[in-house]
């Protein structure tokens, strides 16, 4: 297949129409999809000196750049794709992969995943070119506050050091002796360079003060010399204490903040037991080994429940709190059935919580699911907790965990109705981590939140259209969004069911202040009081400004008061994008630091010093990597895809029209780089809701997953339009051809519109909107529906497969906007559905449907398919095997980017018909033939 497709894209590169470019640039073309690149993973050190970043191209080997702050580079290290820097800025860890053509040659061989080739940790020395190699390499892990790493072996590895010295470079490699049922884990200071290693280690922690590493020793039954159990290395005195004896599986280890405290998870039941309950394992420094605290039996835990291996074990910040999971005993498996005489079925029944499906998608959710308990261990007659249960199986915990609360939130009695409501009322309910005592907060549909630090429960109720908050001291619940006099839910919510709120930014240490989003602008509210501040000053709603607290720190848990609040803005006219700045307690204008037509992303600032990170783009600039200390001044630090300058690349722009019912509405035109006013362009018309907010977003090309390939089509001559979408609930239809036909309507006044030639594009949304625009209208010459629904009466009760919902949500609340039950108003249904209108087609349509489509049920396309060719028009179906709504592997991507392009090469530019589209490939020939080649 990979011969026919370089067939293909050489057959497209120099056959039709590109004779015609006038342009010293060239055209894109399909082999230049691999090699482009995009920014990932960077880091800034805590000092603000270094700066570390990965450039990827989407297919084959990357790369790690390593550079200061004045942008002079100190090391590149080639296929390293993860890096991290020490807290004290002095080294850089990184993981190197394999070649992308040694992995690729091992799949084709069809070895086994021990016998793939392995990765290579890399430590770089910052301030010199010295790196470490160590290869065959599972996975590290850093001191958070120390020069400690600690590393595990790959599986199956061979012995063989290897000294070597590259580009003048000092590199020292070590590849790890062989492993059975762990591997060899390598502890590293990396100040001294001494290490120490253990043999069969199945997991591993470190200390956030790298003054321990915990890990699980799971030794080969047969050898004598290594004892299985849990053991604990202390780094700086070199000496490894055992806590836990005992061949069997460890998990969950978890090490408290201040590095006096462990515990972990473990079962060390016979290995022919039918069922292995877990047990809670604790130890601190006062004690000689680890005890059991928590297990089957234990007060507190109920009845025939155990301690879970699959619930995570973590202590609050003071360590005060030690909080784990419990569940069932799961029942014995029956060894006396025979398995081929036992029926296998699904029973539906109606009074279920969730439907067999969705049951089904999550079973191994459930089978693994734990029940949130909580003990204190160092406290005399310390005793467990249980907090959740299956009637209350979600808990919130506040975010240092020591707060005396816990947040429990059920929709337990209400999960029926989420079929067709799509939400459910939950109810809020606090749980006393001393006692286990209920308190009821709230019920309402709604998502909710506990404040850091425990004080406050805040949500957002759906159906009031406003955010409260409850004071859990005094029991006190205020309407906050009523002191503001402003709407707090989507002022342009155009579906049936409730509005969104605009989203929370965050709360300052203490739970002082909490700050939450309007349309435009953030407010401040004092949670205990009620009183509201216009923390923007009305700046957005004033300019039209949509602004949004940045988080600087992606671990960051509060908003820090003596840090500015970095606030990334958009002109929601322009599109334009900028930041400003101000003091979370400050009463001030916020100030403003930039506004450019460009798009900002992952903005990181140093820990210690006011240094930055960021990426900017526009559709013009691939987003590249800046360093600088106010957002004002800037250094660029990387300058990929310098390839984009030999290809017609294109440009962006805003356009506007009104609508026939006089709705004002956006859009954005691309226009390739060489544009001529004086030619005629094909323009292929794209949409999915609303898409004007990405004006200055850049598209890469790359092969699609079902979407149009904007700058591919761009660059190889079409104009493409991009229309936002409004409305009206029960007529989607008809509210996308008030848009999108009156947008292309008014483009196609200009002369450069070559009106005759237009297509359309679009996928799921998108693609039941071109299945029901070609049944209205005839001014397009070709359609493409990526996996429509084409009749909303059969697809309304279906079920989607990725989740195991039902589709009843989506029309009467959500996306399908009809607002009725199909027995309320089956006109509306009828109305919308292509199916009952398709004889007035005379469009040319592709349809995109895959047989293992999760959201869209696959025999919507296939309906819309059989009609049409009993109907005598032309149409295609495209149905990749094994694949979903939208298209994964990449193979799949590539070929339905070559056959997108011939479509519409054909019907809009007057290409030959590819093989495929005339004669079709037969059955017979699949897997030998793909018709890629074009008719002469």
């Given amino acids: 297949m990979r011969k026919l497709l370089l067939s293909a894209c050489l057959l497209l590169a120099i056959g039709f129409h590109v004779s015609a470019q006038k342009s010293p640039k060239k055209p894109l073309d399909h082999s230049v999809f691999d090699g482009w690149q995009s920014i990932a993973g960077q880091h800034i050190s805590n000092d603000g000196k270094w700066i570390g970043y990965i450039i990827k191209p989407q297919q084959g080997d990357a790369e790690l750049v390593i550079k200061t702050s004045k942008n002079t580079t100190l090391v590149k290290i080639p296929r390293a794709d993860t890096v991290k820097i020490t807290g004290d800025s002095k080294f850089a860890i990184c993981l190197i992969r394999p070649l992308y053509q040694e992995t690729r040659q091992a799949k084709i061989e069809k070895k086994k995943q021990s016998d793939f080739p392995k990765d290579t940790l ?123 004896t005992g061949r069997g599986n460890y998990h969950n280890i978890s090490i408290d903040d201040a590095g006096r405290q462990i515990a972990f998870t473990a079962e060390k039941n016979p290995e022919k037991a039918l069922v292995k309950p877990f047990k809670l394992y604790y130890y601190n420094t006062t004690k000689d080994s680890a005890d059991v605290i928590a297990s089957a039996g234990t007060a507190g835990i109920p009845n025939n429940w155990a301690v879970s291996g699959d619930g995570k074990v973590s202590f609050s910040k003071s360590g005060n709190n030690l909080f784990f999971g419990t569940a069932p005993i799961p029942k014995p498996a029956d060894t006396t059935l025979v398995d081929f005489e036992v029926a296998k079925l699904d029973i539906w029944n109606y009074k279920d919580d969730y439907l067999q499906p969705q049951q089904l998608k999550n079973l191994q959710t459930e089978l693994k699911r734990s029940y949130l308990a909580v003990i204190k261990p160092e406290e005399s007659n310390t005793k467990t ?168 720190d992606p671990e960051q848990k509060f908003i820090p008061v003596k840090e500015p609040m970095w606030l990334l803005t958009q002109n929601e006219e322009t599109k334009q994008w900028g930041y400003f700045r101000k003091f979370p307690e400050a009463n001030d204008q916020p100030e403003k630091i930039v506004m450019a037509p460009m798009s900002y992303d992952n903005l990181l600032k140093a820990k210690n010093v006011d240094a930055y990170i960021y990426t900017k783009a526009s559709y013009k600039q691939s987003p590249d990597l800046y360093f600088s200390s106010d957002l004002k001044k800037e250094i660029k630090l990387s300058s990929i895809n310098a390839q984009q300058s030999e290809y017609n690349w294109g440009t962006a722009e805003l356009v506007r029209w009104t609508t026939p019912k006089g709705y004002q509405s956006k859009g954005i035109l691309y226009k390739p780089e060489d544009f001529d006013p004086a030619k005629k362009y094909p323009m292929v018309v794209y949409f999915y809701e609303k898409l004007s907010d990405g004006l200055y977003n850049y598209i ?147 349809i995109m449907s895959n047989d293992a489509d999760g959201a869209v049920p696959w025999y919507q396309g296939i309906e819309m398919f059989t009609a049409l060719r009993r109907l005598g028009k032309p149409v295609w179906l495209l149905q990749y095997n094994g694949e979903a709504h939208n298209l994964v592997l990449r193979q799949n991507k590539k070929d339905i980017t070559i056959r997108e392009q011939q479509f519409f090469d054909h019907f809009l530019k007057g290409a030959p018909m590819p093989v495929w589209m005339d004669k079709g490939v037969p059955a017979v020939d699949k897997g030998k033939d793909w018709g890629l080649e074009l008719e002469k």
Avoid at 804 to 826: D, M, V
Wanted: charged letters at 20%; aromatic letters at 12%; proline letters at 5%.
């Fill in 122 to 244: 890399g430590i770089i020395t910052l301030g010199s070119s010295s790196i470490t190699k160590v290869a065959a390499i599972r996975s590290f892990k850093i001191a958070e506050n120390a020069l400690v790493v600690a590393y595990l072996a790959a599986a199956d590895t061979v012995k063989k050091p290897v000294t070597s010295d590259t580009s003048k470079k000092a590199i020292t490699v070590t590849v790890a002796p062989p492993t059975h049922d762990g591997a060899d884990l390598t502890i590293k200071k990396l100040n001294t360079g001494t290490q120490r290693a253990f043999k069969y280690v199945s997991e591993y922690q470190v200390s956030k003060n790298g003054k321990w590493v915990a890990f699980a020793v799971t030794a080969p039954a047969k050898q004598k010399e290594v004892t299985s159990g849990l053991y604990l290395f202390e780094v700086e005195k070199n000496t490894v204490k055992r806590l836990s």
């Fill in 385 to 552: 907790v249980q907090l959740g249960s299956k009637a209350i199986p979600e808990i919130l915990i506040a975010e240092n965990k020591d707060a005396r609360y816990v947040l429990g939130v059920t929709d337990t009695g209400a999960r029926v109705a989420a079929q067709w409501e799509g939400s459910t009322k939950q109810q809020a309910i606090l749980i006393d981590t001393k006692s286990g005592n209920h308190r009821l907060v709230n019920a309402s549909i709604g998502r909710y939140y506990i404040s850091p630090h425990g004080n406050y429960v805040l949500w957002f109720d759906l159906k009031d259209q406003a955010w409260y908050c409850y004071t859990i001291a005094t029991g006190q619940k205020i309407n906050l969004s009523k002191a503001t006099d402003t709407k707090m839910g989507d002022e342009l919510n155009d579906v049936p069911g409730y509005a969104s709120p605009y989203g929370l930014a965050g709360w300052t240490t203490g739970d002082k202040a909490v700050f939450i989003y309007d349309r435009y602008d953030i407010w401040r509210f004092d949670p205990a009081t009620g009183d509201a501040f216009n923390f923007t000053k009305g700046l957005g709603r004033k300019n039209k400004f949509i602004i949004r607290y940045d988080q600087t």
């Fill in 700 to 846: 890469a090309p790359a092969p699609t997953p079902s979407r149009l390939p904007i700058s591919f089509f761009v660059s190889n001559g079409y104009l493409v339009f991009a229309p936002d979408i409004s409305y009206q609930t029960g007529h989607p239809g008809a509210s996308a051809v008030e848009f999108i036909n009156s947008g292309v309507e008014s483009l196609k006044k200009n002369g450069w519109v070559d009106a005759a030639h237009i297509g359309i594009q679009g996928q799921s949304w998108g693609g039941y909107q071109v299945a029901y625009l070609i049944t209205q209208t005839n001014m397009y010459a070709a359609a493409w529906a990526g996996a429509p629904v084409a009749n909303m009466t059969s697809a309304y009760g279906g079920i989607r497969w990725e989740s195991g919902l039902n589709r009843q949500f989506q029309y009467e609340k959500s996306q399908s906007r009809i607002g009725a039950t199909l027995w309320e108003k089956p006109e509306l249904y009828i109305e919308n559905s292509p199916l009952f209108q398709l004889p007035k087609v005379k469009t040319p349509v592709m």
